[in-house]
């Protein structure tokens, strides 16, 4: 190859590595082959702390980006041709130069296709429609978690939590593209993570299917789930994972962040996620409550005293109560309301989704009436504090 063609091949590779500049988390490999007649050269580089280590011709190197570039197009002219491969998660890159040409590949490594012929052979479980989280292209996430068995089949014991996981991402689709189409970068921040299950599943959903960057923070007071996630993390290379061990009342956000996550959280603490977001102007929320003992323990309904002297509908009534006015007011705050039920409540009863996505400005009035309300049944509720 001439010295054009060096040159050529020099642009596109300061493209490609720009984008690891930009994203160093989400680099899997670099593969360069060199050919003179019918010998092959190669050698793939991995990279640490920003540099890039690799043997050509016996050779160890360990180079800045300018100088695995400076590297590669030196190398150029004394050979016949060149195939220059750079993966990242979820894309890959060909640069392929010879005498004649330059030219460029890219392939997008996901599609999302039909469940019949990727889940083929699987158990009886599975619904006939087209899955968010395809079992192939996601099985090393899916492996991870248990959810894949060895011989890269759904387990007959995980289907439900296949599809439960699978449904979760469908129904948060919407708001997911919508922050795709409004920010470079989805920063997902989790709190009262536990095991973390789809925040692995997101975060393999949001890289490699919508293509986009983004960054999860996990927060959980259990240790061992912190551990436990930090290890998952670390098996797949999610190297844009953090998962910090506290109580989500202390933490003191060192970013601004795109989406919060709450499921599961204990009564209160529900209230806490709930309060960061409003004070930290997260643009989504995405909220699944527990239990709701705030309310139970301090509400009263004049006139309905012989209802609720019964503790079991005094309970549930709390728990409606409760989502109701979380409802009310993060309306108040300026946020879009939805709930739904997203999953059977023969799962679990347990199976409320709550959507917020922050639209407006503050309404006054409308807060006005979430006090009176509280002051009407004889509430203080978490929620605002």
Avoid: W
């Avoid at 789930?225 to 202390?250: C, H, P, Q, T, W």
């Amino acid at each position: 190859m001439n010295k054009q063609t060096a040159s050529k091949e020099e642009f596109f590779i300061h493209g490609l590595m720009s984008r690891y500049t930009d994203g160093p988390e989400f680099f899997e490999g670099l593969n360069c082959a060199f050919k003179s007649g019918t010998k092959t050269f190669e050698f793939t580089a991995e990279s640490s702390e920003g540099k890039f280590s690799f043997i050509f011709l016996g050779k160890k190197n360990l180079l800045t980006s300018d100088e695995l570039i400076a590297f590669i197009v030196a190398m150029i002219p004394d050979y016949d041709s060149m195939v220059l491969t750079y993966n990242e998660r979820g894309k890959g890159y060909i640069v392929e130069a010879d005498e004649k040409r330059v030219t460029t590949k890219t392939g997008d490594a996901v599609k999302t296709v039909k469940s019949d012929s990727v889940v083929a052979g699987n158990a009886a479980g599975l619904g006939n429609r087209e899955y968010f989280i395809n079992p192939d292209k996601a099985a090393p996430v899916l492996s991870v978690l248990g959810i894949l068995g060895k011989n890269g089949k759904i387990r007959n014991d995980m289907i439900r939590k296949y599809n439960q996981i699978d449904h979760y991402v469908e129904v948060l689709d919407s708001m997911l593209r919508e922050l795709a189409e409004t920010t470079d970068c989805i920063r997902v921040i989790d709190m009262g993570c536990g095991k973390s299950y789809l925040d692995f599943v997101l975060n393999y959903y949001i890289k490699e299917v919508l293509g986009k960057k983004c960054y999860f923070t996990g927060i959980d007071i259990n240790p061992v789930v912190v551990e436990d996630s930090r290890k998952m993390a670390a098996e797949l290379k999610y190297n844009n994972m953090k998962f910090i061990e506290g109580d989500i009342a202390d933490f003191i956000p060192d970013e601004k962040y795109d989406m919060l996550l709450t499921l599961h959280a204990c009564d209160t603490a529900t209230d806490k996620a709930l309060s960061f977001a409003i004070v930290n102007d997260v643009k989504s929320i995405v909220c699944v409550p527990c239990c709701h003992k705030e309310m139970n323990s301090q509400y009263h309904l004049d006139g309905f005293e012989d209802v609720l002297k019964y503790g079991v509908l005094k309970a549930r009534i709390a728990d409606s109560l409760t989502d109701g006015m979380r409802g009310m007011y993060l309306e108040a705050m300026g946020y879009d309301v939805s709930m739904v039920e997203y999953i059977s409540p023969l799962d679990t009863p347990k199976n409320l989704m709550m959507r917020y996505i922050l639209h407006r400005e503050k309404d006054i009035a409308a807060l006005n009436k979430f006090f009176a309300l509280e002051k009407m049944i004889g509430t203080d509720l978490s929620i605002k504090k």
